[in-house]
């Protein structure tokens, strides 16, 4: 079988990213830059599987455990009524990636590094400081989910548990150790896990039909409710991750595809293909969460939204012992698969925008502990009720951070400058900058709402 080779010629990024600041060039997480074969010729489903894998590591973020949070709260108190915004989030997420992927790889530039070229230098510390702390909000939701599902499963206690997760940095070292397939194959492995675990579910809380699919039509109370806003904005932030657009630019890299006009076109048509089908089973996890919410503990009204008492309650209320145990067990696959996104998030948006490379162990560990400093002090201050409303804030802070991740990437993916032939059409890019819109407008809302009283 013919393959192309990582030692392909690395690819020219466009004059126009060259005239904003003349860095020098670095290949974006160089020790797997063009290390996936991609064969040439042949079956599409051949080419299609090659450049399948980035997309399931980008799905993670989309169905980490401040998801878990969120769409809990959504469902146990509004029923089905938030399926909307996880829909609506996700197409999102979807058009958002598909454009991630584009501009890695016809610039050879993640974004960070695009930002960097592309910005004066304090716009780029700027946009590196908010991209830090949503890596930040995501470790803390991994944290807290991890700790609590070692709670339930082996009885560790909520603090114990969340300084464990300082190890998970040894986890992704080792994977990538072996290949960037290796690290590929234990996410796709961890989130069919999650995806039975909640298919089980789903069959076990038997939701009504016709109230399921009335739930993905939007309705006005979302907006008009400031409570029910609040939460709907905190799906958008767990779903729509700004980190997961850098680290995305930079993982559909790892294809050593033929860094020409032809190799790219055809490689960001599999690559978006390849994030399509993944956000899929993201969006299928997702309102699994939320049905099993609104069919358990809505229709019996009961107002969950702490991880915990879900797991408590589900067992009795199903009838049915297993049901608890698969909800703690796909919470334990959830929090550590979601390790691995953000230590490569991390490790590119510190070397993108400052051009700091450290070991991967190490950027973890950092990253870790500043993840695990406030689980410890809302534990040991409010007890472990505490940790629901981090879970759910750190949600909404993400969803904060969003706008200086997606006005960025729709900027250069719509410059033919830094596109050349590879800029989006008109039409796409209006749809890009109306989605840009809405997140900027329900942040300005949520924002209003919660320090005016409006």
């Not at 048509?269 to 390849?274: F, K, L």
């Not at 049915?320 to 696959?333: D, E, K, P, R």
């Not at 925008?353 to 534990?379: G, Q, Y």
Request: charged letters at 15%; glycine letters at 8%.
């Amino acid at each position: 079988m013919n393959v192309i080779s990582r030692d392909a010629a690395p690819a020219t990024p466009p004059d126009g990213f060259r005239a904003g600041r003349g860095d020098d060039e670095r290949l974006s997480l160089a020790e797997v830059h063009s290390s996936v074969a991609v064969p040439v010729g042949g079956h599409w489903m051949r080419r299609l599987l090659a450049f399948s894998g980035p997309g399931y590591m980008v799905s993670v973020g989309y169905m980490d455990p401040g998801n878990w949070a969120t769409d809990l709260a959504g469902g146990s108190k509004f029923g089905y009524t938030l399926l909307s915004v996880i829909m609506i989030s996700n197409l999102m997420a979807i058009l958002l990636q598909g454009l991630s992927a584009r501009l890695g790889i016809a610039t050879g530039r993640d974004l960070a590094q695009a930002c960097r070229a592309a910005y004066p230098r304090p716009v780029g510390w700027l946009l590196w400081v908010a991209c830090e702390l949503a890596i930040i909000a995501c470790d803390l939701a991994e944290v807290i989910g991890t700790a609590i599902a070692l709670k339930l499963l082996f009885g560790i206690p909520l603090v114990g548990g969340a300084i464990l997760t300082a190890l998970d940095a040894f986890l992704v070292l080792m994977l990538m150790s072996r290949g960037f397939r290796y690290l590929e194959a234990f996410i796709i492995a961890l989130l069919f896990i999650i995806a039975l675990c909640f298919g089980a579910q789903i069959v076990l809380a038997a939701p009504p039909v016709a109230a399921v699919l009335g739930g993905f039509v939007p309705s006005s109370a979302i907006v008009t409710n400031p409570e029910m806003l609040y939460i709907a904005i905190g799906i958008i932030g767990a779903t729509v991750m700004p980190h997961n657009l850098y680290l995305h630019s930079s993982i559909v890299q790892t294809r050593a595809y033929e860094r020409n006009e032809e190799g790219k076109r055809s490689a960001i048509r599999y690559a978006t293909t390849d994030s399509t089908i993944a956000l899929m089973l993201a969006l299928f996890v997702n309102a699994a969460i939320l049905i099993v919410a609104a069919a358990v503990f809505h229709a019996n009204g009961k107002d969950v939204a702490e991880i915990e008492e879900a797991h408590a309650l589900l067992s009795p209320l199903l009838g049915v012992g297993i049901a608890s145990t698969l909800f703690a067990v796909a919470l334990l696959a959830s929090g550590l698969n979601s390790t691995v996104t953000a230590t490569l998030a991390g490790q590119i948006v510190m070397e993108g925008f400052l051009h700091i490379r450290l070991p991967h162990w190490v950027r973890r560990l950092i990253t870790r502990a500043i993840a695990i400093v406030p689980v410890v002090v809302v534990a040991a201050l409010y007890g472990e009720s505490g940790t629901a409303r981090l879970l759910i804030l750190s949600q909404v802070i993400l969803s904060m951070q969003l706008p200086f991740a997606v006005i960025p990437l729709v900027q250069f993916v719509s410059d033919k400058r830094k596109m050349g032939t590879f800029a989006i059409s008109r039409p796409v890019a209006a749809l890009a900058w109306l989605v840009a819109s809405v997140i900027v407008a329900l942040n300005v809302k949520l924002l209003f709402e919660t320090f005016a009283g409006g």
